[in-house]
Structure formats: structure tokens, C-alpha cells
């Protein structure tokens, strides 16, 4: 009986350590590991130092003359563009893989927080389903055509699998890469000169800050540097990693995209410190125009927290 008991006790000893394991290695799986779950898994707690807000080393604000011609429409005044109407924007929310539900969550879950702040103009693009248009080049040329090209702002969201050639489209057919140089040219296409948001979400989505994306009007924000995973963590949580941060500083109350990238640091640092993992590193640049431009809503949904 004595050794049955050992035996026993062995045994779920060994179940346990095995399942901690296997829980870890999908952690530890860059850009995958999230399963689907109905809670939030939006849990974010800022700094007691506000200094760990912001690495200015990550944070690169442009006050460089813009690329186009003096024939193309003038530089929108930073101050006409820090609060605009949420109805004056239109966005669209990407995602790219079908590994995991997470990243369908996370575009399909942001579209529905920009409806709730009064953003007419929202298009999803879904590899797993369910989305307004296919998550393909095809689809969201159409979703950018659809939403129309009228005077406002841009936000294009996508989430996935990256790495240093571009983004990844599962669903689309051949080269499933979704280049800097073919998203610098959809936004010009279709935002041109407008405040322009774009985030990437993915393991090596600091390829998107290259020069050819670093408008004056835009706001680049990605998930990782050139050269770095990004992570899923915990398999209960309903978002990736950099996902489940930056939507849970918005939901916290930030009230501009810097505050937002700011405010998501710490959170995914704490998650990958508690992991052990290279950091990866999130980067974001802010054009000049654009370097304080408010989150659709922020004011009033800032409003309705107090």
C-alpha cells in the first residue's frame, strides 16, 4: 500500500509537471498560443513609476517635411487633428491567421469598441469567418473602397503571423505576404494625406516602420521590433499578448494612440518577464501632424468611466 501511495503521488506529480511544461512551451511559441475564451483577459495595471510608461528609444516622433509633391494636399494642422469626430473616421481590422481564434478575436472585438465610440465606418476581414469582407488582398482592397474616401481618418488594424518580409495572409493564394511597400501604397491609395493609423501585430512588425511608411500624417505602432517574436502567453487569454495590452489600455481610458502604445509597454513587459523571453521590443512612430491625435471617443468614453 505503501508503494501505491508513492506510486500515486508520483504519478500526478509527474502529470502536473508535465502539463506545466506543455503550457509553457505554448507560451513560449512565438506570435501562436491563445485559445479562445469568453472573458475579457483585458487585465492591465499601470506602473506605480510613471517613467516605466515609455521607452523613448521606442517611441520616434517625425517632424520631417512630407515625401509628396507641393501639389498634393497641405499638412493637416496638428491641433485640427487631436480630437476628431469618431464618425470621421473609418477603420479596418485584419486578421491574418487561422492558427488560433485569438487574432480573429482581437480585430473582430476592437471593430466592435470603435462602433460603441460612434465609428460609422468599420470593416472587418476575417481569415476564421464571420467578417465583412475575405482576409485577402482582395478583401481588403474592397473594405478600403468600401468605407469610401472621404475627408477624415484611417485606422488599419491587422493581427498574426509576421516576419521580416511582411505580414501573413493565410487566406489569400501564392505570395501570402502582405509587404511594407504594398500596405505603404493601399494607404496612400486610399487615406493619403488623411491622419492615418496603421498597427501590425506580429512577430517581427517593426519591418513596417521602414522609410517608406514614416509619413508626417501616420501613426505606426507594431507588436515587436525587426528581429523579434511576439507572444501569446497564457492559453485562457482571449487576445495574444500585445493584442490583450494595447486593447486593454484603450479600455483603461487612453485617451490618444501615444498614450495608448505607452500604457501597453509595461503590461507586455510584465507578461514576458514572467516568462523568461527576449523582449520583443514594440516600436511606434508618430508623424508630426499626427503626434497627439485622439482615439475615436476618447473624450467621451473617458467621460462615462468618472
Same mark, same amino acid.
Given at each position: 500500500?505503501? #508503494?501505491?501511495?508513492?506510486?500515486?503521488?508520483?504519478?500526478?506529480?509527474?502529470?502536473?509537471?508535465?502539463?506545466?511544461?506543455?503550457?509553457?512551451?505554448?507560451?513560449? *511559441?512565438?506570435?501562436?498560443? *491563445?485559445?479562445?475564451?469568453?472573458?475579457?483577459?483585458?487585465?492591465? &495595471?499601470?506602473?506605480?513609476?510613471?517613467?516605466?510608461?515609455?521607452?523613448?528609444?521606442?517611441?520616434?516622433?517625425?517632424?520631417?517635411?512630407?515625401?509628396?509633391?507641393?501639389?498634393? $494636399?497641405?499638412?493637416?494642422?496638428?491641433?485640427?487633428?487631436?480630437?476628431?469626430?469618431?464618425?470621421?473616421?473609418?477603420?479596418?481590422?485584419?486578421?491574418?491567421?487561422?492558427?488560433?481564434?485569438?487574432?480573429?478575436?482581437?480585430?473582430?472585438?476592437?471593430g466592435q469598441r470603435l462602433r460603441e465610440?460612434?465609428?460609422?465606418? $468599420?470593416?472587418?476581414?476575417?481569415?476564421?469567418?464571420?467578417?465583412?469582407?475575405?482576409?485577402?488582398?482582395?478583401?481588403?482592397?474592397?473594405?478600403?473602397?468600401?468605407?469610401?474616401?472621404?475627408?477624415?481618418?484611417?485606422? #488599419?488594424?491587422?493581427?498574426?503571423?509576421?516576419?521580416?518580409?511582411? #505580414?501573413?495572409?493565410?487566406?489569400? &493564394?501564392?505570395?501570402?505576404?502582405?509587404?511594407?511597400?504594398?500596405?505603404?501604397?493601399?494607404?496612400?491609395?486610399?487615406?493619403?494625406?488623411?491622419?492615418?493609423?496603421?498597427?501590425?501585430?506580429g512577430c517581427d512588425a517593426g519591418v513596417?516602420?521602414?522609410?517608406?511608411?514614416?509619413?508626417?500624417?501616420?501613426?505606426?505602432?507594431?507588436?515587436?521590433?525587426?528581429?523579434?517574436?511576439?507572444?501569446?502567453?497564457?492559453?485562457?487569454?482571449?487576445?495574444?499578448?500585445?493584442?490583450?495590452?494595447?486593447?486593454?489600455?484603450?479600455?483603461?481610458?487612453?485617451?490618444?494612440?501615444?498614450?495608448?502604445?505607452? &500604457?501597453?509597454?509595461?503590461?507586455?513587459?510584465? &507578461?514576458?518577464?514572467?516568462?523568461? $523571453?527576449?523582449? *520583443?521590443?514594440?516600436?511606434? #512612430?508618430?508623424?508630426?501632424?499626427?503626434?497627439?491625435?485622439?482615439?475615436?471617443?476618447?473624450?467621451?468614453?473617458?467621460?462615462?468611466?468618472?
Amino acid at each position: 500500500m505503501q #508503494f501505491a501511495s508513492t506510486y500515486g503521488a508520483g504519478l500526478v506529480r509527474s502529470v502536473a509537471i508535465l502539463f506545466a511544461a506543455a503550457t509553457l512551451l505554448f507560451s513560449l *511559441s512565438a506570435c501562436v498560443t *491563445s485559445q479562445d475564451a469568453r472573458q475579457s483577459g483585458l487585465a492591465w &495595471r499601470a506602473p506605480a513609476d510613471n517613467r516605466q510608461l515609455a521607452s523613448l528609444e521606442r517611441v520616434v516622433v517625425d517632424v520631417r517635411p512630407s515625401r509628396r509633391d507641393e501639389g498634393a $494636399v497641405a499638412p493637416v494642422n496638428p491641433m485640427s487633428t487631436a480630437e476628431l469626430m469618431s464618425g470621421r473616421w473609418k477603420a479596418v481590422l485584419v486578421s491574418g491567421s487561422r492558427s488560433t481564434s485569438a487574432y480573429d478575436a482581437a480585430a473582430f472585438d476592437l471593430g466592435q469598441r470603435l462602433r460603441e465610440r460612434g465609428v460609422v465606418h $468599420v470593416a472587418t476581414a476575417l481569415t476564421g469567418g464571420g467578417g465583412d469582407f475575405d482576409a485577402n488582398r482582395a478583401g481588403i482592397r474592397q473594405a478600403m473602397e468600401w468605407l469610401g474616401n472621404e475627408q477624415g481618418a484611417c485606422l #488599419f488594424f491587422a493581427t498574426g503571423h509576421s516576419n521580416i518580409e511582411g #505580414f501573413h495572409l493565410d487566406a489569400d &493564394r501564392g505570395n501570402r505576404t502582405l509587404t511594407p511597400s504594398e500596405l505603404d501604397r493601399l494607404l496612400d491609395k486610399h487615406c493619403g494625406d488623411r491622419p492615418t493609423v496603421a498597427i501590425i501585430s506580429g512577430c517581427d512588425a517593426g519591418v513596417f516602420l521602414d522609410s517608406r511608411m514614416r509619413q508626417p500624417n501616420r501613426i505606426l505602432i507594431a507588436a515587436s521590433a525587426k528581429g523579434r517574436d511576439s507572444y501569446g502567453a497564457r492559453m485562457s487569454d482571449r487576445y495574444v499578448n500585445f493584442d490583450r495590452c494595447l486593447i486593454g489600455a484603450i479600455d483603461a481610458g487612453a485617451a490618444t494612440w501615444r498614450e495608448a502604445f505607452q &500604457r501597453a509597454l509595461p503590461c507586455v513587459q510584465e &507578461r514576458e518577464a514572467w516568462l523568461g $523571453v527576449r523582449p *520583443s521590443d514594440p516600436q511606434a #512612430f508618430f508623424g508630426a501632424t499626427v503626434a497627439d491625435l485622439a482615439i475615436p471617443g476618447a473624450t467621451r468614453f473617458t467621460a462615462q468611466m468618472r
